[in-house]
């Protein structure tokens, strides 16, 4: 959901020294758009690149986390301007003292990429708003390393009908159970019996998969593959934009979609779509608008009928949109 924010940054400020400071896992899928990028070890900056950094003396410095810890970093680096969002009680950390645009909430009913261009608004050309700047950059896209090598890595082989099956979240309210990924995947495999199957996400998504791999064991003829928690984000996003499509839950997999063009089905359970549903230009998500959603809960808080919002999704529904995009894929192929 930052692209835009990259992207727009570049475009606006281009004499600018672009530096990007992040946990080494996700800096691994930076745009080429920086000149510099600084790895965090774990949480944290290491004291010689804390005293290197502020030698540099920044103008000018972004948070899109809301987290106190990335405000407070800015601050540590001596940064003149430091732009991001009031919450965490991290306000004072936070320059532009007569700008209203201080206080932006990080919720506003409004996407959370739109609501990380508001923090440029004062480099916007006259007449200019941050809608604009949205438009044009909501399909930004980053070109995929090639992908046999990572084919050849993880023992895949090259596949027409490769399908990425994203299990996990980070909040069990978020997860389409497996049960129904099993059931739509048997669907599939029934009209298309050599797909392939390949799992990706954390390490912790693991058990997901595990439940989808165990289904298919027995199954000789089945391609299943788990790779979640072995990828970079950079091999995922190669193995994603050679998929015919993503099935994923509310997720960083989800996301990655939107930098390709690889077609996505997803479901929205305890968020609000609105605000981080994946920027994909060609998806279907599935959102059944239940009196009780948004919930914001990270585990179903009904007892009635528990994580409703996802299992009264049928299985069935989805496999129709799977094999719907496989059926277009393949016209246009044959085409």
């Not at 949205?134 to 596949?159: C, H, T």
């Not at 299990?167 to 099993?182: D, E, L, W």
């Not at 009209?191 to 000789?220: E, M, S, T």
Request: glycine residues 6%; proline residues 7%.
């Amino acid at each position: 959901m930052a692209f835009p924010f990259y992207a727009a940054l570049r475009e606006l400020l281009p004499e600018a020294e672009l530096v990007l400071i992040g946990r080494r896992w996700v800096s691994d899928l930076a745009p080429p758009w920086f000149d510099e990028i600084i790895n965090l070890e774990g949480k944290n900056l290491r004291n010689e690149d804390l005293k290197a950094l502020r030698a540099l003396r920044f103008d000018a410095g972004f948070t899109l986390s809301p987290s106190f810890r990335s405000a407070w970093l800015l601050k540590r680096l001596g940064v003149t301007q430091r732009f991001g969002f009031a919450s965490d009680m991290r306000s004072w950390l936070l320059t532009r003292p007569k700008n209203p645009e201080r206080r932006e909430p990080y919720n506003r009913f409004e996407h959370r990429s739109l609501a990380y261009l508001r923090l440029l608004n004062q480099w916007l050309p006259a007449g200019s708003l941050a809608e604009d700047i949205f438009e044009r950059f909501r399909d930004v896209r980053l070109d995929a390393q090639p992908v046999a090598p990572i084919e050849k890595k993880y023992g895949l082989a090259k596949s027409a009908e490769r399908i990425i099956i994203g299990p996990g979240s980070t909040a069990a309210s978020k997860k389409y159970p497996a049960s129904h990924h099993i059931r739509a995947l048997e669907l599939m495999r029934a009209r298309h019996p050599h797909l392939q199957i390949v799992l990706l996400g954390a390490p912790i998504d693991q058990h997901d998969a595990d439940i989808i791999l165990r289904h298919f064991a027995a199954d000789k003829k089945t391609t299943v593959f788990s790779l979640c928690g072995k990828t970079t984000l950079t091999e995922a996003h190669a193995l994603i934009s050679s998929a015919r499509f993503v099935v994923a839950n509310d997720s960083g997999i989800a996301h990655l979609t939107s930098l390709t063009a690889t077609p996505l089905i997803t479901f929205n359970g305890m968020g609000r779509r609105q605000e981080t549903g994946p920027l994909t230009a060609s998806k279907v998500m599935f959102d059944l608008d239940l009196p009780c959603s948004p919930c914001f809960a990270k585990v179903c808080p009904r007892r009635d009928a528990p994580l409703e919002c996802l299992t009264g999704i049928l299985p069935e529904r989805v496999a129709e949109a799977g094999l719907a995009l496989l059926r277009v894929k393949a016209g246009k192929t044959a085409r």
